[in-house]
């Protein structure tokens, strides 16, 4: 687990965050018209970021699941385009994370793929193998707030593993990390639908000697992926594809996911 914190701009007093994951470059099922409008709302709109939770690249091997023969592109042309592709929002981008699909390659060749996109993108010091716990703080500027108290986020971002078919095994995954870190935001990949909900809780203070109620958001990510290929030969039913955006403000404790 890596810890990031990333100086924003100090009259940022609100911000939206884009989660990538589960674009899958390289199957053919992968919508790259969508990626690209992605990433160009996230270029054009001036308090917009990025993140990059894991499977970016399809990475299909001749050991792993998935058509290794109906790849549109080969693993090094997947890197080679996913560059490509972020390279205009790269001072954007405020974390990086492997996917199970990019972790193929690290098993068996020990070549970390997210690895080489995250050098060639320069964001090597943004980049985390496992998870990251990413801290960001919003409204420092004093003449911008008038009040000159920023607000600090934490969050919690891992690309996921295992799953289930049904909506509640999903959500049970992404409801674990929990579990593992109190952060105020939790994002999670891999199991390909799109879900926010909030939760409450206590956080204790000995050197206070007081009870905080706070709010947790909870974040799944939806896949690139139309349906066909591997998850219509499965039996798997065609995934949403819009994933969550989530909005932080620099004036006030305050934050949302919105699809």
């Known amino acids: 687990m890596e810890f990031i914190r990333v100086d924003l701009p100090a009259t940022l007093l609100d911000m939206e965050l884009h989660i990538f994951a589960d674009e899958h470059i390289g199957?053919?099922?992968?919508?790259?018209?969508?990626?690209?409008?992605?990433?160009?709302?996230?270029?054009?709109?001036?308090?917009?970021?990025?993140?990059?939770d894991g499977d970016i690249l399809d990475n299909t091997t001749k050991a792993s699941l998935g058509d290794i023969y109906t790849q549109v592109f080969n693993p090094m042309d997947q890197v080679r385009l996913g560059t490509e592709l972020f390279q205009p929002i790269k001072d954007k981008i405020l974390c990086i994370t492997r996917g199970n699909h990019e972790d193929r390659t690290y098993r068996t060749?020990?070549?970390?793929?997210?690895?080489?996109?995250?050098?060639?993108?320069?964001?090597?010091?943004?980049?985390?193998?496992?998870?990251?716990?990413?801290?960001?703080?919003?409204?420092?500027d004093e003449e911008a707030t008038r009040k000159g108290t920023p607000v600090t986020y934490t969050m919690y971002i891992l690309h996921g593993a295992g799953g289930g078919r049904k909506m509640g095994a999903k959500a049970i995954r992404l409801e674990d990390m929990a579990s593992i870190i109190d952060c105020d935001i939790y994002i999670h990949a891999h199991t390909h639908q799109p879900i926010s909900f909030r939760k409450g809780f206590y956080r204790v203070s000995?050197?206070?000697?007081?009870?905080?109620?706070?709010?947790?958001?909870?974040?799944?990510?939806?896949?690139?992926?139309?349906?066909?290929?591997?998850?219509?030969?499965?039996?798997?039913?065609?995934?949403?594809?819009k994933t969550p955006i989530i909005y932080l403000s620099g004036r006030r404790r305050r934050f949302s996911a919105n699809m």
Do not use: M, W
């Not at 939806?222 to 594809?241: D, I, M, Q, R």
């Open 27 to 52: 199957d053919p099922q992968s919508d790259l018209d969508r990626v690209k409008a992605r990433i160009d709302i996230v270029k054009n709109t001036p308090n917009a970021y990025a993140v990059l």
């Open 109 to 140: 060749d020990g070549i970390d793929l997210s690895g080489l996109i995250a050098h060639d993108l320069g964001l090597h010091d943004r980049y985390s193998p496992t998870a990251a716990v990413l801290c960001l703080t919003l409204g420092a």
């Open 206 to 241: 000995s050197k206070r000697k007081q009870l905080t109620y706070v709010e947790r958001l909870f974040v799944n990510v939806a896949s690139n992926l139309t349906y066909g290929g591997y998850a219509e030969a499965k039996e798997f039913p065609p995934g949403a594809l």
